[in-house]
């Protein structure tokens, strides 16, 4: 069954704190893709990466980074936590070309911060 | 305005009735577009996709009018499992980065 994994489900933060939210996929798809998720506004995307070491900004990327030093890995940075950024994050990942819709969601990371 | 904009609904509809959502999106240079669903605390899933010529699936019919730049998606004799938040999906540029609509929730009562 395929699979994308978030590595916490809910995180508690303070302002200020440095944040890492990890997603890792076992379809060995090339995109990976970070969205956050928030009432009446839908999901909205943060950062994307085609390949390794590649990434691209999304529509929203102030006050995130990421990495992906692997191709089944795609990591999430808060380099400092603020309060507008207590949302929903869901990582996907797909394989297709641009007229493949599929993308694969992890389960989300729940993010609070204090 | 929004890139993609749909009614957020809800949609109260009792079992077996048949319920339509609509979607328009504002970039005519979009080229594909899909139907997602999001169960309540869930991740979203693709549906299906929406073409040209129409597509059906099942109890689910997805339409695309391109001249008028919306989408819509029929679902015949509703279940109760279909109560779900349906999320419409538009990819505008060449690449895999899909534009997401906030959602139709859509409620099926006994």
């Known amino acids: 069954d395929v699979k994308v994994t978030q590595s916490s489900r809910y995180l508690v933060k303070r302002t200020g704190e440095k944040v890492f939210l990890e997603c890792v996929q076992d379809m060995d798809h090339e995109n990976m893709f970070w969205y956050r998720q928030d009432p009446g506004l839908g999901l909205r995307l943060i950062y994307f990466?085609?390949?390794?070491?590649?990434?691209e900004k999304g529509d929203i990327p102030e006050g995130y980074s990421v990495s992906r030093e692997k191709k089944e890995r795609f990591s999430l940075i808060l380099e400092s936590a603020s309060t507008n950024q207590t949302s929903m994050y869901l990582c996907?990942?797909?394989?297709?070309?641009?007229?493949?819709?599929?993308?694969?969601f992890g389960e989300g990371s729940r993010l609070t911060v204090l | 305005r929004k890139e993609v904009e749909q009614d957020p609904g809800p949609f109260n509809v009792p079992e077996g009735a048949t319920v339509a959502f609509n979607c328009t999106y504002s970039?005519?240079?979009?080229?594909?577009f899909f139907w997602y669903r999001q169960d309540c605390r869930k991740e979203p899933k693709l549906l299906m996709s929406?073409?040209?010529s129409g597509n059906e699936d099942g109890r689910f019919t997805a339409q695309l009018n391109r001249a008028s730049q919306y989408i819509s998606l029929l679902i015949r004799d509703s279940k109760l499992s279909d109560s779900a938040t349906y999320l419409c999906?538009?990819?505008?540029?060449?690449?895999?980065?899909?534009?997401f609509g906030t959602g139709t929730r859509l409620l099926v009562s006994p």
């Open positions: 990466s085609y390949d390794v070491k590649m990434k």
């Open positions: 999906v538009v990819n505008k540029e060449g690449f895999q980065k899909l534009v």
């Open positions: 929406v073409y040209s």
């Open positions: 996907a990942s797909g394989g297709g070309t641009a007229n493949t819709g599929e993308l694969f």
């Open positions: 970039n005519s240079a979009s080229q594909s």
